[in-house]
């Protein structure tokens, strides 16, 4: 693997992480109201890590667009839906589908075409 496909997994793998760590931090909080909500958040590890992972995502993202085209470095990062579905199901419990199985198929299957190197007629 070059480097610059550690750098580009790095961006769904970390969209993914942030997610997972957005739900954790709303679970972890409890419904005491408006202030006390986002008091909660504030102080919160879970959203902490959140931003974290965001923040590093930034930084990745933008040395992945200096090397790649905008057309090929975006649908990639759609990978992040098929990562975070498969996530929600193995740390959440949460129902997967199978329309959303496929849809995730469709998904992968339009990043290949996209991300593929193009030959000119």
């Keep these: 693997m070059n480097r610059l496909s550690a750098f580009w997994l790095a961006v769904p793998v970390l969209n993914t992480?942030?997610?997972l760590l957005l739900k954790q931090s709303a679970l972890a909080i409890s419904q005491t109201g408006e202030t006390g909500?986002?008091?909660q958040l504030f102080v919160s590890p879970w959203f902490a890590g959140?931003?974290?992972a965001e923040i590093v995502c930034f930084f990745i993202w933008m040395r992945v667009l200096s090397e790649l085209d905008l057309a090929k470095a975006f649908p990639l990062s759609a990978i992040s839906y098929v990562f975070i579905l498969a996530s929600a199901w193995l740390?959440?419990?949460e129902p997967v589908?199978?329309?959303?199985?496929g849809g995730s198929m469709l998904i992968m299957l339009g990043v290949w075409?996209?991300?593929s190197p193009s030959h000119s007629a």
Excluded at 97 to 101: A, W
């Design 113 to 115: 075409c996209l991300s």
């Design 37 to 39: 909500w986002l008091a």
């Design 91 to 93: 740390f959440f419990g």
């Design 17 to 19: 992480a942030q997610q």
């Design 50 to 52: 959140a931003i974290l």
């Design 97 to 101: 589908t199978i329309v959303e199985i």
